[in-house]
């Protein structure tokens, strides 16, 4: 027996997205000052888990492309996992391991996020990232591989640019679009802001609580 389709209803998960709101120009360039990033770079980064899943190998491959095109950008890798040691073995094979900076598990994720000026997800797989979502929040362009949870949110080349996981060079050609392009940058970011509301903790309960109240009106219980 198949469930009507107009009794099912999308309840994205949810995140306390005020956290993650643009932090002050000054607590960012700090952070870019600590982790020994030169004035004037461009960042691309991203945080979480190194593992399989998310793909982190594909965006140090495209690092080399990129930085033939756009000599003065820079990758953030945050956050620990299993892939740690080789990935910075990959880095320094392929010649650019003092234009990635690894920066271990952090706590100050808004500041990371400001620091950025692309946030990029190479991931083979993924549910939703929460990570997604304070990216929207923080006001960031994104770059994303176009897998389930990442697709189902972004727009592409509206809140962000969608390329085919595993493949460094459709990766780089994004990245080195975007940050040749400061427009895009901000297009990318605005909607990506803009779209970011749906995703906040508060909106998803009340969404909830609107559904648990349909619910009960049409068995009569209210």
Known sequence: RHLPAEKVHLIWNGAPLDEFAPVAPERAQALRTELGIPAGALVVGVVGR????????????????????????????????????????????????????FAGHRADVPAVLGALDVFCISSVYEGTPLALFEAMAARKAIVSTAVDGCREVLEDRGSGLLVSPRDPAALAQALIEVLSKADLRESLARSAQAASSRYDIRTCVTRMESLYDEVLAEKGLV
């Open 50 to 101: 190194l593992n399989e899943k998310t793909g982190h190998r594909y965006l140090v491959q495209a690092a080399p492309q990129v930085l033939a095109q756009v000599p003065m950008a820079r990758f953030l890798i945050v956050g620990d996992g299993d892939l740690l040691g080789e990935l910075r073995q990959l880095a320094a094979a392929l010649g650019i391991a003092d234009r990635v900076v």
